[in-house]
Each structure stands twice: as C-alpha cells, then as structure tokens.
C-alpha cells in the first residue's frame, strides 16, 4: 500500500498560480513513479502529468505542457505539481496516483491514489 495524501488546492484567480503537494507515507515512495489527474465535473478522470522514480524524467499532456510542471522530492516523500497562469478549464478536482510503471496515462492503470484536492479558478 502507497497511502497517498493531495493538498494544497483552492480558489485561484484565472492568471494566478498554485502548488499541489501528494505526500506518501511508507519508505518505498522512490520506488514508484507518479502522475497527476484531474477531473472536472461530468468528465473522466483526465491525465496531467508523470515523473519517474527519481524524477529525472517527466510526461505532460499536450494541453498542460508550459504552464505545468511535475517535480518530486523523494526525502520528502512527496510530488508536486506547479500550475501557473491558471485558466478557468483547470478548474477540477486534482489526484495524484503511484505506479512502479512509469508513464502511465490512463487512471485505471494505477495502482494507488489519493483522496484529491480541489482547485477552483475564477474568471
């Protein structure tokens, strides 16, 4: 078991920015690779972003790359996902998932996730 814990969400102005933070508990956290998702209201469960075990590598979805940014700190036990310049359609409920595959893009295909965090954005 990966218990895994999102935070860091809330409501932003559109242009604004904002820093997830996926906190694992265990002492195994390097030996897995990690992804972002989100999901909006009524959508599936969508790809962010990937980054493996020692974070030398990273994966964004076409429509995050730029603005977002994967990052871990594996004495930390933690992922990060910085979002800059928000837009209205980032708005959703955001999740981080732990794999020991890397590059995994689809939600089902991971074994571990979190509870989720919030993001809101204002227009």
């Known amino acids: 078991q990966v218990p895994l814990v999102e935070s860091g969400g809330g409501l932003v102005q559109a242009g604004g920015s904002l820093r997830l933070s996926c906190a694992a508990s265990?002492?195994?956290?390097?030996?897995?690779?990690m992804g972002w998702f989100r999901q909006a209201p009524g959508k599936e469960r969508e790809f962010v972003a990937a980054?493996?075990?020692?974070?030398?590598?990273?994966y964004y979805a076409d429509s995050v790359k730029g603005r977002f940014t994967i990052s871990r700190d594996n004495a930390k036990n933690t992922v990060y996902l910085q979002i800059l310049n928000l837009k209205p359609e980032d708005a959703a409920v955001y999740y981080c998932?732990?794999?020991?595959?890397?590059?995994?893009?689809?939600?089902?295909?991971?074994?571990?996730w979190g509870q989720g965090t919030q993001v809101t954005v204002s227009s």
């Open positions: 998932a732990a794999d020991q595959i890397f590059l995994l893009t689809v939600a089902r295909d991971y074994h571990y």
């Open positions: 265990g002492r195994t956290f390097s030996n897995y690779a």
């Open positions: 980054i493996n075990w020692s974070g030398s590598s990273t």
